[in-house]
């Protein structure tokens, strides 16, 4: 929870504002950083299989791929699971997910996202980069466009019989595409670049990834992190549920009658055999000669 980003706002109208334009300049910042052509250290998978090349402009081949987002719980939209999984470049099998369930103190505010996932994401690359810096990935795929109104003019385009379409603002500029991963498939999935890669190097790797319609490192974030989600569920499912099978034992020694004998748990057992063999070092013996079947992997009997 030490990576849980916290607002300051307090529902304050006035704070807002001021959050939002601090918020503003920070964006201002950072966009003048912003480096939207090839500025990276190693050879994309399709560059990388000729070896005269990559001896020739001295660069490795990429190894590591990453995936990251942040799902919410549709019962508490505070709570969210950020998950980080990194495939190797080679096979485009998982060799490293790093988790964390955590609850944002900071709300939803359109053209502010980053400033209320971003923190998580950070954090969880951070962990990794001190405890697994082996398999640290050199390019990440971020799940999520972070232009909506290039999403929306993307979507209106008709690109049902394309493979891929570029949009092309008044200015010349092109600020993403469309690209329908595969060939069955006439759904596209919406590409746009971060940060030291450029637009065409960025549709290559979607391309390299792609299996199917989801490129690789965001289809196994979402699988591993359904896991996670639900892993995070089952564990408290069983926590509850062992404080209702206590409260039940408790309330069967009560309806026991009298001089008839009472329900104790033994410990943790295999199967219905070892279930029996303490009931029978107990000296229990249920009416009918036979132990009461484990639940939960806890033996019970009557005594």
């Known amino acids: ?3 849980t980003p916290r607002f300051s706002g307090g529902g304050d109208d006035c704070e807002l504002m001021q959050q939002k334009q601090e918020w503003a300049k920070t964006q201002d910042m ?5 480096i939207l052509e090839d500025d990276f250290g190693w050879n994309l998978p399709s560059m990388g299989s000729n070896s005269d090349q990559s001896n020739a402009n001295n660069k490795g081949n990429l190894k590591y791929i990453g995936g990251v987002d942040i799902s919410f719980s549709k019962e508490d939209p505070s709570t969210a699971c950020a998950a980080l999984v990194v495939l190797d470049a080679g096979t485009l099998e998982v060799v490293h997910e790093e988790f964390d ?4 103190q900071v709300p939803y ?3 502010f996202l980053a400033f209320r996932e971003a923190p998580i994401l950070l954090g969880l690359l951070e962990k990794m980069k001190t405890n697994n810096q082996h398999f640290y990935p050199q390019l990440h795929h971020v799940d999520g466009l972070n232009q909506s109104e290039l999403r929306r003019q993307l979507e209106a385009k008709e690109n049902c019989n394309k493979e891929l379409i570029l949009l092309t603002g008044q200015s010349g500029t092109t600020w993403g595409a469309a690209m329908c991963s595969c060939p069955s498939l006439s759904k596209p999935i919406y590409i746009s670049v971060g940060h030291r890669i450029s637009l065409d190097s960025a549709i290559g790797i979607v391309k390299f990834c792609s299996n199917y319609r989801i490129p690789e490192p965001i289809r196994q974030k979402s699988i591993q992190q359904w896991v996670a989600i639900n892993s995070e569920m089952a564990a408290t499912f069983s926590s509850v549920m062992w404080k209702i099978l206590v409260i039940a034992v408790a309330i069967a020694a009560l309806l026991i009658p ?3 004998g009472k329900f104790v748990c033994r410990g943790k057992c295999e199967d219905i055999r070892d279930c029996d063999n303490w009931c029978k070092t107990a000296g229990g013996y249920p009416q009918g000669g036979q132990c009461v079947p484990p639940l939960y992997q806890f033996c019970c009997c009557i005594e």
């Open 1 to 3: 929870m030490d990576n």
């Open 30 to 34: 950072l966009k003048s950083k912003l």
């Open 101 to 104: 369930v955590v609850r944002l």
């Open 109 to 111: 505010i359109p053209g």
């Open 258 to 260: 009298s001089g008839e």
